[in-house]
């Protein structure tokens, strides 16, 4: 007999699933998609025979002509020439002529609470907008991103929704609401009086909500280490430097502040994102241990040997850049690039030259939510091949998430996150913005002639 569970966990989950309950009520139930082939709660498995003209599966970084993928459940169950893979008796075959079959893309550096500053200043955005409209704007973004063919998103922070994010991925995750699978790093680690909104430009005496959780020294960052894990956190983030009072972006954490952050999280069992775009804040997050960072717009030859040399994984962020420049300074698309487009380029070159994994991580959220393919070309841009982004998309994204043995390749056993596009992505990668294909965990949302 199964324990009842007692009246703080109740509690809890009551809590946590309020904002994903409210949200669902919202929505249509045809959101979800008529061609899932099976409805919550059903144990009924289902038997898909996909039919592309082509499959690359990530495994080798070869296109696969005349290939077909089986699945059974929410997983494939055989991949290779339609020759050798046989389908049983009664099994569905989907078509999928002229196209090109694919793992689901990842994005690891998105923030679905936000949208592009162009629409809303960031500090209005989280001083105007009421947390309820905010998850309801959350929930709009999953949606657009699962469709664009992103089927797994790291979300690293809520910037100012709280926990927010928990709520959103259990909605997801039950069923409730389309979205991609959702890693949470809830509302992300900052230096006292660094991060926004304020205090700068605002009265001294007026306490403001802030888009991040504020700590001083090594006692406060275990707190808030233990807090944001125990309220759901997949990843910790932290913001290893940024803007301090008038002196432009400064490291804001010792080594010994960031280390401690890292012991606590590693030894809960999760990973760390570090914000760092300082040569000096990309050392000490290194040198701490953390698993990723983010940005690195300044990096240099020799901070990014050390990423290389302690396995640190590379998210640039590119098209955030090119929005930032779009928004503040005027720039055109297809115009020169700015300074600072040219400053986040040259780092990404730097990083590819010294062996960093790099995967893909756009920033999404300072630009619209389904156009995060944006970030696959610039990547090309910055001298990658359309087949290496694509990589960094699925493959290697899978690895820095440590999710390679369940995502991110078209493999037997692994989940059947897949999409297809027309054409071939890896001549053209133009090809990934219109997917017409979107399966996740088994499930059709999207399948358009």
């Known amino acids: 007999m199964k324990n009842p569970i007692d009246r703080r966990e109740f509690l809890q989950r009551s809590m946590l699933s309020g904002a994903g309950i409210a949200i669902a009520s ?9 061609d899932q082939g099976q409805t919550r709660g ?6 898909q025979l996909l039919k592309p003209a082509r499959v690359f599966t990530a495994e080798d970084g070869k ?6 993928v089986l699945v059974r459940g929410e997983k494939i169950s055989a991949v290779g020439p339609a020759a050798q893979v046989r389908a049983p008796e009664g099994s569905k075959t989907i078509e999928l002529p002229g196209m090109t079959l694919l793992p689901g893309l990842m994005d690891i550096h998105s923030h679905i609470f936000l949208h592009p ?8 955005q989280v001083l105007k907008e009421p947390f309820a409209y905010r998850t309801i704007e959350a929930v709009r973004h999953c949606e657009r991103t699962l469709m664009a063919g992103f089927t797994l998103l790291r979300d690293l922070g809520t910037e100012g929704a ?16 389309p979205g991609p699978r959702l890693l949470v790093a809830t509302r992300a680690i900052v230096a006292t009086a660094s991060y926004g909104p304020g205090p700068a430009g605002f009265a001294p005496d007026l306490v403001l909500p802030k888009g991040a959780q504020e700590v001083s020294g090594q006692a406060e960052m275990i707190k808030a280490v233990r807090e944001q894990i125990g309220q759901g956190a997949d990843w910790v983030k932290v913001y290893a430097d940024y803007h301090h009072g008038v002196s432009g972006t400064v490291p804001t954490f010792s080594e010994e502040e960031l280390r401690t952050l890292v012991e606590e999280a590693h030894t809960a069992g999760r990973p760390v994102s570090a914000h760092a775009t300082t040569p000096e804040g990309m050392r000490r997050s290194t040198v701490a241990g953390v698993d990723s960072i983010e940005h690195g717009y300044g990096g240099t030859e020799e901070v990014f040997k050390l990423m290389a040399q302690h396995g640190t994984a590379f998210l640039p962020t590119l ?11 005027g ?5 020169p690039f700015t300074p600072g487009m040219k400053k986040a380029l040259n780092a990404f070159k730097l990083a590819m030259d010294a062996g960093v994994t790099i995967g893909l991580g756009s920033d999404v959220g300072v630009f619209a939510h389904g156009a995060n393919y944006r970030e696959l070309e610039w990547m090309i841009r910055g001298g990658m091949t359309p087949t290496q982004s694509l990589l960094a998309a699925t493959a290697v994204n899978a690895k820095i998430i440590r999710m390679q043995d369940t995502l991110g390749r078209i493999v037997p056993d692994l989940y059947a996150d897949l999409i297809a596009v027309d054409g071939d992505p890896t ?4 090809a990934v913005r219109d997917v017409r294909f979107v399966m996740k965990g088994g499930t059709i949302f999207k399948n358009r002639p």
């Not at 720039?331 to 115009?335: D, E, L, N």
């Not at 001549?427 to 133009?430: L, V």
């Open 117 to 124: 500053y162009n629409e809303t200043l960031w500090n209005d």
């Open 427 to 430: 001549h053209d990668i133009k």
């Open 331 to 335: 720039y055109k698309q297809g115009g």
């Open 63 to 68: 296109i696969h002509d005349g290939w077909v």
């Open 162 to 177: 709280g926990f927010g994010d928990v709520s959103v991925q259990r909605a997801i995750r039950e069923g409730m609401i």
């Open 26 to 34: 919202l929505l249509p139930t045809t959101l979800i998609g008529k």
């Open 42 to 47: 059903s144990q009924t498995t289902t038997v």
């Open 319 to 329: 098209t955030a850049e090119e929005g930032y420049a779009e928004y503040f300074d």
